[in-house]
């Protein structure tokens, strides 16, 4: 089995700030970076090792390393495996001291993990603004998730005063570096002007490169600029193709604008049973659409029971509501 590192990001509560009048229905929730790759080719044997899943080699591989050569990616390796209980007994301390001496050689991930857990309070002392220290230097030596975490902080606004400018300069540096969570943040700030000029067509080019890359909240944000030529050429039929992938992907707004969509027929041919379908989906998503209600309740009775079976079907996990 392929597994990542651990780059667990902020969880994103202050992203709320940025959902603003958005059409998402919850704030983002944390997600996890992209899997790095191995910090040095001497540590490869250890890595590959992690990756299988088999912890014990990759400890005892990296142990060599560190003996060896005092080799900083072993020792972020060897962090990663204590804090996780991957092969040992979990040991928050031995992971932070691990990761204390890979960041003292200057291990970019290590800075970042160690950052993570004085922002967690997980192993050492809770400490947002030595997070913040730390975030700040791994995302100048290259790291895109200690960036957007160290915007997210400067749009929290509890280690240094709320500063939407600086933030948008972090999101700038992890969306540079094609880290999703970041282009969309960043495309919600320049689509509601904040801490940089309002700018829908950079807003509009931001979330396309995330949603190229299956960030699912940002092909909901591109697909409604689509479908309203919001800094971008209006096209109703390429919307309604990233809606019915977000949905599939049981994204709730996804599945309520789908469901619009197919009732009004636009960009789709229109399909009221279909429709009904992703509505009842996106209602039990906490999602609610009265005028929703309304068209599923005149609809034939045949056709609002298959509707409901669509409907439960998906939720069994089996087909799509789709004709």
């Given at each position: ?20 009048n ?37 400890f ?9 050569a ?17 092969g ?21 991930e ?50 240094f ?40 067509a ?10 190229q ?6 092909k ?33 707004v996804?599945?309520n ?17 279909e ?49």
């Amino acid at each position: 089995m392929n597994r990542p590192l651990r780059t667990i990001l902020l969880a994103a509560v202050a992203l709320s700030l940025l959902a603003g009048n958005t059409v998402q229905a919850q704030a983002p929730r944390a997600k996890a970076a992209q899997p790095a790759a191995p910090a040095a080719p001497v540590v490869d044997a250890a890595y590959a090792a992690f990756q299988r899943g088999e912890y014990l080699t990759a400890f005892a591989e990296a142990t060599k390393r560190v003996e060896a050569a005092s080799d900083p990616a072993a020792m972020t390796l060897l962090g990663e495996l204590y804090i996780n209980g991957l092969g040992v007994k979990i040991d928050l301390a031995r992971a932070a001291e691990w990761y204390r001496l890979a960041m003292a050689r200057g291990n970019r991930e290590a800075i970042f993990a160690l950052g993570v857990m004085c922002l967690q309070g997980k192993g050492v002392a809770r400490d947002r603004k030595e997070a913040a220290r730390l975030f700040a230097i791994a995302s100048d030596r290259g790291h895109a998730s200690a960036a957007y975490n160290l915007a997210v902080l400067y749009i929290e606004g509890e280690a240094f005063p709320q500063d939407y400018a600086t933030a948008a300069r972090f999101f700038r540096v992890a969306a540079e570096r094609d880290l999703t969570d970041g282009q969309h943040a960043l495309a919600l700030l320049y689509k509601d002007g904040r801490g940089v000029d309002k700018n829908p067509a950079e807003a509009a080019r931001l979330l396309g490169r995330a949603a190229q890359l299956g960030h699912v909240p940002a092909k909901v944000e591109f697909a409604i600029a689509l479908f309203n030529g919001d800094g971008i050429q209006k096209d109703e039929a390429r919307a309604a193709a990233l809606f019915r992938q977000a949905a599939l992907h049981g994204d709730a707004v996804a599945q309520n604008r789908l469901a619009r969509i197919l009732a009004a027929g636009r960009g789709v041919a229109r399909n009221p049973v279909e429709a009904g379908a992703w509505h009842i989906l996106a209602r039990g998503n906490s999602v609610p659409d009265p005028w929703l209600d309304q068209l599923l309740s005149e609809l034939p009775e045949a056709d609002r029971v298959a509707a409901e079976k669509r409907a439960q079907a998906w939720r069994e996990g089996h087909a799509a509501p789709r004709t």
